[in-house]
């Protein structure tokens, strides 16, 4: 597997694939659903356009219009949160200070 740091992020988020997604998810006991997909697509989308991850208010901005989901859709699919576990599952490195929402 790439390389990770000590909490389990991609040191290179550009070295990331699905297949690693779906390891990480496993290893957080989060089977990948639609939804998942939705939101870690738009956070690598996002990334490759700025080189850095969203705020979660525009991932659940993006949730909203794709899926109609509510404000709180996110912290259901990812539970642990949307740092520790959407940014690690879509390969973004850990960030040193960020808002969660």
């Known amino acids: 597997m790439n390389s ?3 909490e389990g992020y991609l040191i290179e988020p550009e070295s ?5 997604a779906r390891q990480m998810a496993a290893e957080e006991k989060i089977e990948l659903g639609d939804e998942h997909w939705i939101v870690v697509r738009f ?3 996002y990334y490759e356009d700025r080189q ?3 705020d979660v208010r525009h991932v659940m901005k993006h949730l909203k219009t794709e899926r109609g989901a509510g404000r ?3 912290f259901e699919l990812f539970p642990y949160g949307y ?3 959407a ?3 879509a390969g973004m ?9």
Do not use: E, F, L
């Open 4 to 6: 990770r740091d000590d």
């Open 43 to 45: 956070i690598r989308d």
């Open 16 to 20: 990331w694939t699905p297949d690693i």
């Open 52 to 54: 850095i991850a969203p």
């Open 93 to 101: 490195k850990r960030p040193r200070a960020w808002s969660t929402g």
């Open 72 to 74: 709180n859709r996110i």
């Open 87 to 89: 940014c690690k599952i």
């Open 83 to 85: 740092v520790q576990q």
